[in-house]
């Protein structure tokens, strides 16, 4: 199968074990073209170490995990290059503006010409760019990484908590522009969000995460009947469904 | 090396000398430690002169000794620090989620390492000169394989710094200062190697910052070039890089293993 035609994000049956804890239990999930996936579940749940093996920070116990078809703690320069990352706790250089940190990644990544301008604009920061990125409030500094990530172009983005310390207008505005990304370039995103409202408007499928395994994964209205057997989706329902119920 | 990772080191390197400007600790750290070092073994040199204590070639043996010794002590410890930057700056997840490998960012912030010091060697001898009439290039072509195995023992001891760091978190920050100060007692800087035990005797023979100084004192005071200490610091420092670089690598495995990464801060 020719590398193009692959799924950006393929992952089977990945363990991670930790020396004091079991934080993935297999799992099994796909990121297709285009697609925003949300990968839901309550702290703990193995989210965040999922997006680290993914982005070749971690590396699994057992499975396997493909970037592009290619593993990203073997080949990561090749497949971390078409994926970006932002998340509040991915900061950059608090010394420097946030032009100058911009300029820093737009090089490293390899941005087209004018890619800081652009972002600039897009996340509405270009006021800030001149400020010192630690002078910044944290929502600008969300939305900075946010543009960080954004400077390539990449082909799949994956984000944690991209919202989490955005004002109501500023989230929207965020989400809209994700959105609009996706329909131009076919996008693909990875998303984890606390947010289930903002879930349901953005993410074409779910999956939600417990002590490592998936419990549910599905469209949110799929997951929602499925799982509280509505015919409505109610994402809010299901997180405390899931995160109650005693483990089997 | 492919123009994309020569684009990445570079990309790390421009941000280290942004940094220069934007940061007074980085200026602090390049010019005036070693400049104070400079005026202040000047003026014991001074003294000893100036009390007819007979120590040939007194000058260049404390201030050539001074800014050679900083030269090591600050490669090494621009190493350790730009690394600790990022763990400070919280950017480290940022940085290793990006196309940039490992051995891009070594190699960038050894690189920047080189920069800095030639910063502060021009300055160094610079104020030596002006102050008190001492030439460093009076060392001649010897200052060239001096200098390059000096920065070779710093790249080594940086990289070891970071592998500590890597592995036992920034709380371990302080070894980027005190490893290098370590090796001090056994480079023979201000003595000569004769003066050690011989326990000291032997640890410093496996220490090429020794055979560097006992070579510059060789040129200043008996006027010759000790070939014998040049090539047993080049073969040490050979050695003990390609270990410094094989204990970063592994553990770098052990904390993509451990996950140790993400939590660097």
Known sequence: MAVEAVAPVIVRDLVKRFPRALALRGISFEVRRGEVLGLLGPNGAGKTTTLHVLLGLIQPTAGSVRLFGRDPQRRGDAALSRTAFASPEALMDWRLTVAENLRVYARLHGAPRGAVERVLEQLEIAGEARSKFGDLSLGQQTRAGLARALLADPELLILDEPTSSLDPDIADKTRSLLLEIRRARGLSILYTSHNMSEVEQVCDRVLFLRQGCIVAEGTPLDVSHSVLGLDSADLEQVFLRISREPLR | ?265
Request: with cysteine; hydrophobic share 60%; proline share 5%.
């Open chain 2, 1 to 265: 090396m492919s123009r994309g990772k020569l684009r990445r080191v570079g990309a790390l390197m421009m941000r280290f000398l942004m940094l220069l400007r934007r940061d007074p600790s980085r200026v602090v750290d390049t010019f005036y430690w070693p400049l104070i070092d400079v005026v202040l073994w000047g003026f014991v040199t001074w003294f000893v002169i100036q009390r007819g204590i007979e120590l040939p070639g007194a000058l260049g043996v404390f201030l050539g000794a001074v800014i050679l010794w900083n030269l090591f002590f600050r490669v090494s410890q621009d190493v350790s620090v730009s690394f600790l930057d990022d763990i400070w700056a919280r950017s480290t997840v940022t940085i290793f989620a990006s196309p940039l490998t490992l051995g891009e960012f070594s190699a960038a912030i050894m690189l920047l390492g080189v920069v800095k010091v030639s910063l502060s060697l021009l300055a160094m001898a610079g104020v030596a000169w002006l102050l008190y009439a001492f030439d460093l290039f009076d060392l001649g072509f010897a200052l060239v394989p001096f200098t390059a195995n000096l920065i070779l023992l710093g790249w080594s001891t940086g990289l070891v710094c970071m592998a500590i760091i890597l592995r036992f978190g920034g709380r371990w920050a302080i070894v980027a200062w005190s490893l290098p100060v370590l090796l001090m007692p056994f480079s023979s800087v201000f003595y000569p190697e004769s003066v050690l035990p011989p326990v000291a005797r032997a640890i410093a023979r496996a220490v090429p910052a020794d055979h560097v100084f006992e070579g510059m004192r060789a040129v200043l005071i008996e006027h010759r070039m000790a070939w014998d200490r040049l090539w047993i610091a080049t073969a040490e420092n050979a050695l003990y890089l390609a270990l410094a670089a094989a204990l970063v690598a592994f553990t770098f495995r052990v904390a993509l293993r451990r996950g140790l990464l993400p939590k660097l801060h």
